[in-house]
């Protein structure tokens, strides 16, 4: 992690470099992005408007653009990789590790893809195709392919001379496979044991054979709670039959994580995680709208329910003045309770050993909450109004919400995750309605009995 001094100094290189693409002056901007890491430069990048890009873009060196490409959001990608042919995307990418290639491949159209794959030897295209059979979303669509393997009858000194023949080993090796002759993995040899271990020692005698390896269908969230777990640098990944297919690095489990806490933010305003900061309008306008006309939709549920008692509010307006109380505290502990099972959910917290445990506590919760606050609520609503029985509907009112927003906020992310639904994108819309609706019906329907 960088010093305080050093963000400072990056800081301000950054606000050079953006006052001197202001004014216009290319050849400092282009001394300036290309003595930039290709992070750093990426960062740049998806932090422009869409005009400033293309020409940040071309002021980057012909052999830097591969490793910034790859550092790009999703959308930045596309932005770029939509305004090349096959031939420009073939060049660009080729370079990159097989899990950087396949990413990239996938932000392409289909047609542009297959001529990509055209264009690539027999077995690099068979390499890439089969990484493209799985999905991103997985340990499969992680898994780089580019590996090294051992047998365990070698020694050590072996192992060594095998390893000086290369010319430089894949990023982030801290371990090479041991294999069988079927390629199943068998054990993983860490490069400190080939090192400090007597060169004449056999692989077999001190490889670990403790570590399984990751199948490569497990979805990539339990994978990256596997690392978090384990402290691993990388993991291998097998399949069905236990033979080695490739291996997870750490830094695509950085990815992974930057992602998952990206998408439970903007999930929660039904927004893409992907989605680009500095989007034309016209490409964030449809993304938006159509989350406002689900939720306008349940906001016409809920005022169809007000609509019910209409007879009731115009008889005593002080509802109309009180109810909009009781359904915003519901949202505001459902809210609550919604948090934290979803993120129990996405650390694997959750299990059916569990969860009547999780309902019950959020049930004592809710009920000690109702009771306080309609005590409060109720104790306003008799001074302000004057009539105590407008307390006492308020205050049961308060307390049938808060116990339904327990409820819901506890058993909603865990049925919505159940029917394959994204309980982040869809629980805080759902969670809202039901307490609009419970408490706007439990407030004017107690007011309807009590003065009528």
């Not at 650390?347 to 059916?352: D, T």
């Not at 509907?393 to 339904?404: K, Q, R, Y």
Request: charged letters at 20%; one cysteine or more.
């Amino acid at each position: 992690m960088p010093s305080s001094a050093e963000q400072f100094q990056q800081s301000r290189q950054f606000e050079l470099f953006n006052k001197a693409l202001n004014r216009g002056a290319l050849e400092q901007v282009r001394h300036m992005v290309n003595g930039f890491a290709p992070g750093d430069i990426a960062h740049l990048i998806d932090s422009a408007p869409p005009h400033s890009r293309k020409m940040v873009w071309q002021l980057v060196d012909e052999d830097l653009r591969p490793d910034v490409l790859q550092e790009l959001s999703d959308d930045v990608q596309s932005f770029f990789l939509g305004d090349m042919d096959h031939e420009q995307v073939a060049s660009l990418i080729d370079d990159l590790d097989s899990d950087d290639f396949t990413d990239l491949l996938q932000q392409l159209p289909d047609r542009v893809t297959s001529e990509v794959l055209q264009l690539m030897s027999d077995h690099d295209r068979a390499r890439i195709e089969n990484l493209l059979q799985h999905d991103e979303d997985t340990a499969g669509g992680l898994m780089d392919t580019d590996t090294i393997t051992v047998r365990p009858r070698f020694t050590l000194e072996v192992v060594l001379r095998y390893l000086r023949r290369h010319e430089e080993l894949p990023e982030s090796t801290d371990s090479i496979y041991v294999v069988n002759r079927r390629d199943e993995l068998v054990g993983i040899l860490p490069l400190t044991t080939i090192i400090t271990e007597d060169p004449n020692t056999t692989v077999r005698e001190v490889m670990q054979t403790d570590i399984e390896g990751i199948p490569v269908e497990m979805p990539d969230s339990e994978v990256a709670r596997l690392f978090e777990r384990n402290d691993w640098v990388s993991a291998p990944v097998i399949d069905d039959n236990g033979a080695l297919m490739g291996r997870i690095t750490i830094d695509d489990i950085v990815d992974v994580i930057r992602e998952d806490a990206a998408h439970s933010l903007m999930s929660m305003a039904g927004l893409d995680e992907d989605q680009d900061t500095f989007a034309t309008a016209p490409n964030t306008l449809p993304r938006r709208a159509i989350w406002l006309a689900v939720n306008l939709c349940a906001a016409f549920m809920s005022a169809s329910v007000i609509s019910l008692f209409e007879d009731t509010i115009e008889q005593v307006v002080a509802l109309a003045i009180l109810m909009p109380i009781v359904a915003s505290m519901g949202g505001v502990a459902g809210s609550q309770t919604l948090t934290v099972v979803i993120r129990g959910l996405a650390l694997g917290q959750i299990s059916s050993l569990n969860r009547r445990w999780l309902l019950q506590r959020e049930l004592i919760v809710g009920i000690a909450n109702g009771a306080m606050w309609a005590v409060v609520v109720g104790t306003v609503a008799y001074l302000w109004f004057g009539e105590p029985t407008i307390g006492i509907i308020i205050a049961i009112a308060m307390v049938i919400n808060l116990i339904t927003a327990a409820v819901a906020g506890t058993l909603l992310p865990l049925a919505l995750k159940a029917m394959k639904i994204d309980p982040a994108l869809a629980g805080g819309m759902a969670l809202t309605t039901i307490t609009d609706v419970v408490g706007f019906l439990s407030f004017l329907g107690l007011a309807t009995i009590f003065f009528t």
